[in-house]
């Protein structure tokens, strides 16, 4: 088994202009397949990132209010899945509720240990 990171890109515009009951009937949804993946034991971690931050460069020299990136391309959030490969973790998220709306991405990618190299 190893651990996936899924970052979320995009969907915050699609996201934002919808109903506050919408909005909520959606997070219910989010809410049911992070709670199946969990009691599969495959969800470890996961939360929606904020839309602001910092950018940090040359060690510190250059600070900038960022992130830089903007609409599908900014990153809304993380999940930290359990996998045996990264076959099955793009099999698991293919069910994500974040391609409820059009120009979601999820990035994949396999967190590697450190002790092994």
Known sequence: MSNFLYL??????????LSQEEKQAH???????M?????????????????????????GE???????AEGAELVGGYLIVSANDLDEATEISKGCPIFDYEGSVIEIR????????
């Open 27 to 33: 997070m219910q949804v989010w809410g049911k397949w």
């Open 35 to 59: 709670g199946e993946l969990q009691e599969k034991g495959k969800l470890l971690d996961g939360l929606p990132l904020a839309a602001d931050g910092r950018v940090v460069e040359n060690r």
């Open 110 to 117: 396999e967190i590697v240990d450190m002790e092994g190299h």
């Open 62 to 68: 250059v600070v900038t209010n960022g992130p830089y």
């Open 8 to 17: 979320f890109r995009g969907g915050d515009e699609n996201f934002n202009k």
